[in-house]
Nanobody
Framework: QLQLVESGGGLVQPGGSLRLSCAASGFILDYYAIGWVRQAPGKEREGVSCIGGSDNNTYYADSVKGRFTISRDNAKNTVYLQMNSLKPEDTANYYC?????????????????WGQGTQVTVSS
């Protein structure tokens, strides 16, 4: 079955960097758009970034534009989220999600496939 496994989270100081990975199995990555969604305690889920399956078009939330970069390696069936210039407000549980691009862009409630999440904490 379709499975998504995130890794790469951790504790980092403000201004630091992390790279999250989303390893996919049970399906061919090319056929799906992949997105990253985060949820901080007491807050709603927020779409961070997504990348198209066939066209590799990328999308970013305004809050992360210029700091985060999403990419995919279809040979490894893996999507990455490079996060630079991290801020305390980036602290959240980060989830990898897969679906049609239209569903990812529409919002987290429309997405069918999720990973288990990886915690990112930005603190001094």
């Amino acid at each position: 079955q379709l499975q998504l496994v995130e890794s790469g989270g951790g504790l980092v100081q403000p201004g630091g960097s992390l790279r999250l990975s989303c390893a996919a199995s049970g399906f061919i990555l090319d056929y799906y758009a992949i997105g990253w969604v985060r949820q901080a305690p007491g807050k709603e889920r927020e779409g961070v970034s997504c990348i198209g399956g066939s066209d590799n078009n990328t999308y970013y939330a305004d809050s992360v534009k210029g700091r985060f970069t999403i990419s995919r390696d279809n040979a490894k069936n893996t999507v990455y989220l490079q996060m630079n210039s991290l801020k305390p407000e980036d602290t959240a549980n980060y989830y990898c999600a897969a679906d049609a691009l239209s569903r990812l862009v529409a919002g987290p409630s429309f997405v069918n496939y999720w990973g288990q999440g990886t915690q990112v904490t930005v603190s001094s």
